[in-house]
């Protein structure tokens, strides 16, 4: 089935320019200035080579005259209006004057002049003096509705930047005319850019730009829009240009900047470039930078002007155009697009615009544009279509690059493109996007890229950087420069992320090393490295493996087993990943330059003493089968990180005296294990222990407090230790975070709890105390030796109230009572950013410290079925205890005693349908409510109405405020809930009550 594109309805405005027949259209009223004035301005614009429309040239006889104005009019690129006294006499006149504008609403690149020839601008704005006359007549013989479309277009028209007879060249016509004729060629010089159709998922960013472009300021400002590669910075770029050009005095559009710049005298072809544009294509001779600079300073100091400095790769590039923001004349505004993050820190620069990938629905549209020439997938491509669309990632070049090499093609090569694709990207893709590779500094950044696009992607930041700097690399300063490039990002949680097509792209780099995959630097298909161990032909060039059997599912994992000499070759592997891999023979010639051991489902009960570890850095062996790490002694005196997870048979740890410079040691489930060697005590550079889940371990070692360097301790789930000392925590002077959740504090010691939790360790950041059955008295009277304090969960614990110690801690962010379900209330909470009351079933009161804090942060809530009274948010309460002043307000004081309790069924309470309660009154952001039976409105009301809505204008009365707005509604339930909305229209805001 072969498809045809579909004609595109959706061809940009700005590109109108393309098919205009006339350069200018004469509007004038012909029995004024026919045969003078109009006259010589057509004479003279024809001499300057302008195409000019006027009716009694370009009007055949015995044709309408309105259809033809109207292609007359679509087809020129600007629109000099000629207002003479009886311009507006004219019926024909001002209905070409209607045209003319609704034209110019439709698109970005028609021009309007008005010339006002022998009549005051203000006069046309107003419709007084001679126009007044013609109005008079209008009138009488008119529709109303087409006198006030006239009206409304002379206003318009005469606030445009016009030209007045008397103002610019004294009353001498000649003069005037070639100033008009000059300022038609500068305004025709200055044409709207091409872009491509469907600016899909990009309009809200063109929306901010606009709205920051057309804001009326004398500030010089300058916006970035910045963003990886193909991601639609250029697009967005030009959009808004061609939005906004015209509404400056001068405007320059710089495209490939980089580009342009690495070519011979580069730099200074853009400033020439940027002053041709500028001064409306007179060309200037530049010699060297320093003297462009001076030109350019001369020419942006006099006028207002828009300059879009376009795939900006270096600050050499910014300087040459300009040094210092306050050299251009205010009100003019610099956008720059890049790639390049280290840009954003430059001072100047005011406002920035980062470009994010499209969404799912927005990408599928995307691409069935340029696939099927329509918004959506013809059906039978629907499933091919959609996993195209999820190999983009939402990245604009791509979609389009795809959907359009598909065009018109059958269902079976788009599957037959899509396998290929999983395997190798395409081609023109990844060239545009390597584009950011091929400017990085040197091969040292260029290999690290390589190395995390192939094995490190979504890993922590410093883990990374303790494995790579191990390989000679000063990765932290090399990420910063893989940042600055868009190639990977640092998410909220300090991982490494990367693109999808970014990581194709550095893999593709990676494969086209050799045809051989052992041949190539770095190998992270499973199959090839399945086939390079099976084979043993691995060779020094490998500095990285990867191999997870499970993910080679024609082999056994469980029954195929590799040998130990198949690394025998790979000299150079630093970086080996293993998965549910078996290996047999002897270690002695394993890979001896190892830096990162990974290897899950480890199937030995011990690690071979012969194996060469004492390069390496990193060793994770998670869902291990070791029962003892090593039989014997094992010296590892580069070892950082040792995590031994999940290992569910080990039952014993290494003596730690063999790895002095362990930082992290990680024994999260190990639940066999029920002894920890003493000498974990004496490793002073331990900056992280994890012990979570260690549910047969009764007694931690006593030199744990020795741990000066401890920064992290969890202990959570160890819910079979008999003893904590005091003192081990105490002593722990560089302690930020604690965790022993699930841990009974209150059983532990023969002392108090609160003496417990009183003798923290002052450097505390971070408290994690869920789950450790801790109720009101368990907690300290004050807390003010943990001032670090940022983050406490107190969670599941059956706490009654907000303890007190809490009160005193000024720099608390983040304070959780999930599952609290004994809390009743929090009151004089402290500032927080985050607040977490999920499932506290019994909370009723929220109070703050100080006012309104209850804006600034984020609350978590969820089931808070007795929540009633939250501080500057809502109360709730019967009715006979509001304040009388609001009853009386109302006008409900004579009511109360005959309202009858209503009967109300509330969802999750213990409430029966048929239970009568008072009435309630609800205080909501400053907002009184209240409801009850009855079919009658009480009291006297100024505005009325019978239906769904009312209208009115709240009255102006001198020395009195208004204290409020009181309605009342009278309604018959519903199956579904009809909201009250209030609208003010007057300061665009709208209040909903449901």
Request: charged share 25%.
């Amino acid at each position: 089935m072969a498809l045809v594109k579909a004609a595109d309805p959706q061809t940009s405005s700005s590109n109108a320019s393309r098919y205009c027949r006339y350069h200018v259209f004469l509007s004038f009223r012909g029995q004024d200035t026919r045969k003078t004035f109009t006259d010589h301005l057509y004479t003279a614009l024809v001499s300057a080579g302008f195409h000019t429309f006027r009716d009694d040239d370009e009007v055949e006889r015995g044709e309408g005259i309105k259809p033809e104005l109207q292609k007359a009019i679509k087809h020129s690129r600007t629109s000099v209006i000629v207002f003479s006294k009886d311009y507006a006499s004219s019926r024909w006149c001002l209905d070409e004057l209607v045209m003319i504008l609704e034209r110019k609403r439709t698109s970005d690149d028609h021009v309007v002049l008005p010339v006002f020839y022998d009549v005051d601008p203000s006069h046309v704005r107003k419709q007084t003096g001679s126009l007044a006359k013609a109005f008079a007549r209008h009138q009488k013989t008119q529709p109303l509705q087409k006198v006030k479309a006239w009206r409304e277009a002379l206003a318009e028209v005469a606030d445009l930047a016009g030209m007045v007879l008397q103002n610019q060249a004294n009353g001498y016509e000649s003069k005037f005319i070639k100033k008009i004729v000059k300022v038609i060629g500068d305004k025709l010089s200055r044409t709207p850019l091409s872009v491509a159709p469907n600016l899909v998922g990009m309009h809200s960013g063109v929306e901010r730009i606009n709205f920051w472009l057309q804001r009326r300021s004398t500030d010089v400002g300058i916006l970035v829009i910045y963003g990886m590669s193909g991601i639609g910075k250029t697009t967005i770029a030009k959009t808004v240009y061609n939005s906004n050009f015209r509404i400056f005095e001068g405007s320059s559009f710089l495209e490939n900047i980089k580009e342009v710049s690495q070519q011979p005298n580069g730099l200074v072809q853009i400033q020439t470039q940027l002053l041709s544009d500028i001064l409306n294509g007179r060309k200037m001779k530049i010699s060297n930078i320093s003297e462009g600079l001076i030109k350019i300073e001369d020419a942006i100091s006099s006028k207002r002007v828009l300059l879009v400095l376009d795939d900006v790769d270096h600050m050499d590039q910014l300087d040459a155009v300009f040094q210092v923001r306050d050299r251009f004349y205010p009100g003019s505004k610099i956008i720059i697009t890049t790639r390049r993050a280290r840009l954003l820190k430059a001072h100047q620069i005011t406002e920035v615009y980062a470009v994010g990938t499209l969404t799912q629905k927005e990408s599928l549209e995307l691409f069935s544009w340029h696939a099927f020439g329509q918004d959506h997938p013809v059906e039978d491509y629907k499933e091919y279509s959609e996993k195209l669309v999820d190999h983009c990632g939402g990245l604009p070049l791509a979609l389009k690059v795809l959907g359009s090499s598909l065009l018109g093609e059958s269902v079976c090569l788009w599957k037959s493109a899509l396998e290929k694709l999983e395997v190798i990207p395409n081609g023109e893709i990844i060239n545009k996007l390597r584009v950011s590779y091929d400017c990085l500094q040197d091969d040292h950044d260029q290999k690290l890229f390589l190395h995390i696009a192939c094995f490190f992607i979504g890993m922590d930041k410093d883990y990374i950087a303790k494995i790579l700097d191990g390989c000679d690399f000063y990765t932290i300063v090399g990420i910063q420069n893989l940042i600055d490039r868009c190639l990977v990002i640092i998410d909220g949680w300090d991982k490494v992320q990367m693109h999808d097509l970014i990581r194709g792209m550095g893999r593709e780099i990676v494969r086209l090393e050799s045809k051989e995959p052992w041949k190539r630097s770095r190998v992270w298909h499973h199959k090839d490295s399945f086939k390079i161990l099976t084979e043993k032909n691995g060779t020094e060039t490998i500095e990285g493996l990867v191999l997870n059997m499970h993910m080679c599912p024609a082999i056994n994992s469980n029954e195929k087993v590799l040998e130990t000499n198949a690394f025998s070759r790979m000299r150079e592997l630093k970086l080996l990943h293993l998965s549910h891999v078996q290996l047999d023979g002897s270690y002695a010639e394993f890979c001896t330059e190892l830096r990162w051991l990974c290897w899950t489902k480890f199937p030995l009960d011990s690690i071979p003493v012969d194996f060469p570890l004492e390069s390496v850095i990193i060793l994770e062996m998670q869902y291990s089968g070791l029962r003892q790490v090593f039989k014997g002694t094992k010296y590892l005196p580069s070892l950082k990180i040792l995590d031994l997870s999940r290992s569910h048979s080990l039952t014993e740890t290494i003596d730690f005296s063999y790895c002095p410079n362990l930082e992290k040691l990680v024994l999260v489930d190990c639940t066999s294990l029920i002894y920890v060697h003493e000498s974990i005590g004496n490793l002073e550079r331990l900056i992280y222990l994890n012990m979570k889940d260690f549910q047969k371990i009764r007694m931690l070692p006593k030199n744990i407090c020795m741990l000066k360097s401890l920064e992290t301790f969890i202990i959570s789930g160890c819910s079979n230790l008999k003893e904590l000392s005091i003192e081990m925590l105490r002593n722990m002077d560089s302690l930020k975070v604690l965790e022993t959740d699930g841990i009974p504090i209150s059983e532990l010691w023969q002392e108090r709890s609160s003496s417990i939790l009183g003798s923290l360790p002052c450097s505390l950041v971070e408290l994690s105390l869920w789950g450790c059955n801790l109720s009101d008295d368990a907690f300290p009277m004050d807390f003010s030796h943990l001032s670090s304090l940022q983050r406490l969960n107190l969670g599941n614990n059956p706490i009654g109230c907000l303890p007190n110690c809490i009160k005193g801690l000024t720099r608390l962010h983040e304070l959780s009572f999930y599952k609290c379900t004994s809390l009743k209330s929090l009151l004089r909470l402290p500032k927080l950013s985050d607040l977490d009351i999920t499932e506290c079933i019994s909370l009723e009161k929220i109070t703050y410290q100080y006012p309104r804090l209850s804006w600034e942060g984020c609350t978590r809530l969820s089931c808070n079925y007795n929540l009633l009274d939250w501080e500057y948010r809502y109360k709730l309460q019967p009715i006979g205890s509001v304040d009388v002043e609001m009853i009386n307000l109302l006008g409900l004081c004579n009511l109360l005693e005959s309202i009858a309790p209503i009967r109300m069924y509330a969802l999750y309470r213990n409430l029966q349908e048929d239970d009568p309660i008072p009435i309630q009154g609800l205080y909501e952001y400053g907002i009184f409510s209240t409801f009850f039976g009855g079919n009658e409105v009480p009291g006297q009301f100024s505005h009325k109405s019978r239906g769904s809505s009312i209208s009115f204008t709240v009255p102006l009365r001198d020395n009195h405020r208004t204290r409020g707005l009181i309605v009342f509604v009278v309604y018959v339930n519903a199956d579904y809930d009809s909201p009250i909305i209030h609208h003010n229209y007057k300061v665009g805001m709208k209040w909903l009550f449901l």
